[in-house]
């Protein structure tokens, strides 16, 4: 068992313990098993909770919401991209055309020739920037 495990069953007992003790003053014995169960349940549910937001928290932390930034023509949308080609070549086609690629928390531009222009990238808890 590692510290994060302890301190998770360490919480769990405490305010199951502690919901038990209460329900148990008020409803007697069957309050004290009810108590328990309702605290547990309570417990997991909250650590769910905080670890939904962690998850969220560093989502947009780390890569970006919206996924794509919109097109430098600045007619389509995140949700205007489709994916052209097989990865790892794959590239992201807006509907005017122009062909782009995320690379970790850049958005680069495909030119004709294939050579990547920088055109965005990811600020945390911000937006997509000008990449100069």
Known sequence: MNIVEFIVCLVYVIVGGAIAFWCGTHFGTLGYIIG???GSF???VVLALI???AFWLEKRI??????YPSCRNGRCS??????VGVAPHATLVC???DQYDKRGKRFVR?????????YRRWKPFGS???DD
């Open 36 to 38: 328990f169960l309702a």
């Open 42 to 44: 309570a417990t997991v």
């Open 51 to 53: 670890a939904a937001a």
């Open 62 to 67: 780390s890569i970006g919401v919206p996924h």
């Open 78 to 83: 995140a949700d205007d991209y489709r994916i």
């Open 95 to 97: 509907q005017c055309g």
């Open 110 to 118: 495909i030119g004709p020739d294939g050579s990547e222009i920088p």
């Open 128 to 130: 997509w920037v000008a």
